[in-house]
C-alpha cells in the first residue's frame, strides 16, 4: 500500500507495481498534475501516530492515461525503496480472471474507520455479476469508497498471490443497483501500463519454501506474508521479477 501524499498530507491511495512505480487514480491528480507537490509514503500503517517501518519517497514523474472513461495515473519515485516486510509490490492482473462470487479486498485509509489513528482499512467484497456493463468491468458487492481509499488496490488472491484486479474510485455503484460496485478492470489499461512499466512482475512461484527473511534485490525471492493489523490477515505478496 501507499499514502500518495499532496504537500505533506494523505489524499489518495496507491500500489507498489514496480520497483520503481506506484499506481493510482487519476482523478487524485487532477487538479495538481505537479510531480514537485507530491511524495509517496510506503510502510504505512496509521496515519496519525507512529510507523517506524515508512519510508517516504520523492515523485519525480506522474503519467496519466488518458483514455476514454475512467483513468489511472502512474507516478515514477525518484529511487527506489528497499523491499521489506511492510513494503512489497502486488502483482497486476495481466488478463487474469475472477470468477463470480470469488472473495477480493479492498484496502486504504478512510475516514470512516480506523480510529483515532486512522489504521489502515481492509474490507471484504465478492465478485458479482456485471449485467450489461462492458466486458472490461469487474463487479463487486457494495461497500463505501471514499476519497481517502480511491486510488487504492481491489485485489484478489489466486495460485497463492495477490493480484490487483482495479483500481479503487469513488462513485463505483452502477445506476439503480445500489448493492454493486463496478470498476475498471485492470487489463482495460494493458496498454498503458506496460508503456509505462515495460514489464509486469511475475508472482512468486508456488513451489518456494515460504521464509521470514524479505528480499531487497530484483532477483527472484522466495515468498512470505505480512499482516494488516485489522483483521490480522496474511498475504502473500508478488516478489519475483520478470527477466
Known amino acids: 500500500m501507499a499514502s500518495m501524499q499532496k504537500n505533506g498530507s494523505h489524499a489518495c491511495g496507491g500500489t507498489l507495481v514496480a520497483m520503481d512505480s506506484i499506481l493510482g487514480n487519476a482523478d487524485c491528480f487532477a487538479k495538481s498534475p505537479r510531480a514537485s507537490d507530491w511524495t509517496v509514503v510506503l510502510g504505512r500503517l496509521k496515519l496519525n501516530g507512529s510507523n517506524p517501518f515508512e519510508v517516504t519517497l520523492n515523485v519525480t ?4 492515461s488518458n483514455q476514454t472513461g475512467s483513468n489511472v495515473a502512474m507516478l515514477h519515485l525518484a529511487t527506489p525503496p528497499t523491499l521489506s516486510n511492510y513494503i512489497q509490490p502486488i502483482c497486476l492482473k495481466n488478463r487474469r480472471t475472477f470468477s463470480v462470487g470469488s472473495t477480493c479486498w ?32 469487474l463487479c463487486t458487492e ?54 509505462t512499466l515495460g514489464t509486469y512482475l511475475s508472482p512468486a512461484s508456488t513451489n518456494t519454501t515460504t521464509t521470514n527473511r524479505p528480499s531487497t534485490t530484483s532477483g527472484c525471492p522466495a515468498q512470505f506474508t505480512f499482516f494488516f493489523f485489522f483483521h490480522l490477515v496474511a498475504f502473500s505478496v508478488c516478489v519475483h521479477f520478470s527477466l
Do not use: Y
Not at 61 to 64: D, E, F, G, N, P
Not at 171 to 181: H, P
Open 106 to 137: 479492498a484496502a486504504g485509509w478512510s475516514s470512516r474507520g480506523g480510529g483515532v489513528e486512522q489504521v489502515l482499512q481492509e474490507i471484504q467484497t465478492s465478485v458479482v455479476e456485471c449485467g450489461n456493463t462492458s466486458s472490461d468491468s
Open 61 to 64: 514523474k506522474i503519467t496519466l
Open 142 to 195: 457494495a461497500f463505501t469508497v471514499d476519497q481517502g481509499l480511491s486510488g487504492g488496490p481491489l485485489m484478489c488472491k489466486q495460485d497463492g498471490s495477490w493480484f490487483q484486479a482495479a483500481v479503487l474510485t469513488a462513485n463505483s455503484t452502477i445506476q439503480g443497483q445500489a448493492d454493486v460496485m463496478v470498476f475498471t478492470s485492470v487489463k482495460h489499461f494493458e496498454p498503458f501500463l506496460l508503456q
